[in-house]
């Protein structure tokens, strides 16, 4: 794998939060964060920053990287 190779971001929110029974709103509300921003999250639109992937790690006590992956983009 090269350096320049495109890599994404992608997550298991959508899983670590049905495992909880949790639905958006109300996972959102207990970060601290817009609905909108855990639909976007869960879409891979958007890549949230440091502080918000550590504070989901810490609410779903799990490590950062049981959330998210850092991977190459496929064609």
């Known amino acids: 794998m090269s350096f320049n190779q495109k890599r994404k971001i992608s ?10 029974g949790l639905s958006q709103r109300e996972l959102a509300d207990k970060l601290g964060v817009s609905r909108q921003t855990i639909i976007s999250l869960e879409k891979n639109r958007y890549n949230p920053s440091l502080k918000l992937a550590f504070d989901i790690a810490l609410f779903f006590n799990v490590d950062l990287l049981d959330v998210f992956q850092y991977e190459m983009e496929e064609d």
């Not at 997550?11 to 909880?20: D, G, K």
């Open 11 to 20: 997550n298991r929110i959508v899983v670590l939060r049905a495992e909880r």
